[in-house]
């Protein structure tokens, strides 16, 4: 005859949480201030340099050369930064550019990933199995940068836009996502749709794809950031600097700390601002798209992240 023996009393914390060790709910009052000091200093850390660029590219000539370097507060706000660099120059193609391939290279991608995803996610699909084998050994082995600038070549897409899209046209941990949130759904929802005689186009756009909101909006996001954030593909393959795109331009402007001529300002008479100014300029509007979207997307990221992660 065996003996149960006595499990340890479980303590409820406030607001139904429970806690195991006695003393420590997790919604008392300290550790509800210590989350909150810890997210501050968060904030804070991401916030504080970023407000100093923002400062640095508004702030005059005068208070620049005072400082020496960043200013957190101008006292003679300007917008001379901006208004060099917009309008004509280097800076704003290099923005339509960005702008330009990031909306058309989500689309497609997100096309090309739907479409591949839930091929791969019906049962019985012709080929199902060798292309999801294709998809994994692609995140195993990366092709070298010298077969894929052949490749490119050959294509004849050198200085051509679509060299920045075709490459990364579909992510394969992505697709590899999406398949797993299709895969989830009811099958008893497709059959029914089938036996009402719809076809596959009409089960992906009028049941699939609005039961998905959530998960194309995160990968939609994924794909926007990777597009916009990319420079390598534009570093390789475009020669003509009128094509850059706008992360090539922080690059080389930047990182590389390049000067910028007045040719290449939207008022080439006019006296160009301090450097440090400009600098803080292009990474502002490099950074400000994205930050824009992003407030709108963020609220399916939570449940977007976690499809297909757990089974039920």
């Not at 917009?86 to 739907?114: C, D, E, N």
């Not at 995803?117 to 195993?140: E, F, K, T, W």
Request: glycine share 10%.
């Amino acid at each position: 005859m065996t003996t149960l023996s006595p499990t340890r009393p479980v303590r409820r914390g406030p607001r139904g949480g429970y806690s195991a060790v006695p003393g420590q709910a997790p919604g008392s009052p300290p550790w509800r201030a210590l989350k909150s000091v810890l997210l501050l200093v968060c904030v804070l850390l991401v916030a504080i340099p970023f407000l100093a660029v923002l400062a640095t590219s508004v702030a005059d000539a005068g208070q620049l050369n005072d400082t020496g370097g960043f200013v957190m507060w101008p006292k003679h706000p300007t917008l001379g930064a901006y208004k060099a660099i917009l309008g004509g120059g280097i800076v704003s193609r290099a923005m339509l550019v960005s702008i330009g391939v990031t909306v058309v290279g989500t689309l497609l991608s997100l096309a090309a990933s739907i479409g591949l995803a839930y091929g791969l996610s019906r049962r019985g699909a012709y080929g199902q199995r060798p292309i999801l084998l294709m998809l994994v050994l692609s995140l195993l082995f990366v092709p070298g940068v010298i077969p894929s600038y052949l490749l490119i070549k050959n294509l004849g897409l050198i200085d051509s836009y679509w060299s920045l899209i075709l490459p990364t046209l579909i992510n394969a941990f992505n697709v590899i996502v999406l398949r797993s949130f299709f895969a989830s759904l009811p099958t008893e929802l497709i059959d029914a749709a089938r036996i009402d005689g719809a076809s596959e186009w009409g089960i992906l756009t009028r049941i699939v794809l609005p039961l998905s909101k959530a998960s194309v909006a995160v990968i939609g996001l994924f794909y926007a950031v990777s597009y916009w954030n990319a420079f390598f593909n534009a570093l390789v393959y475009m020669n003509d600097s009128a094509k850059w795109p706008m992360q090539l331009v922080l690059r080389t402007y930047v990182v590389n700390n390049a000067a910028i001529s007045q040719g290449q300002t939207a008022d080439p008479g006019a006296a160009l601002p301090p450097t440090l100014s400009l600098q803080a300029a292009i990474l502002i509007l490099s950074v400000l798209p994205i930050a824009v979207i992003y407030p709108f997307l963020q609220r399916h990221m939570g449940k977007g992240v976690m499809v297909g992660a757990v089974k039920g």
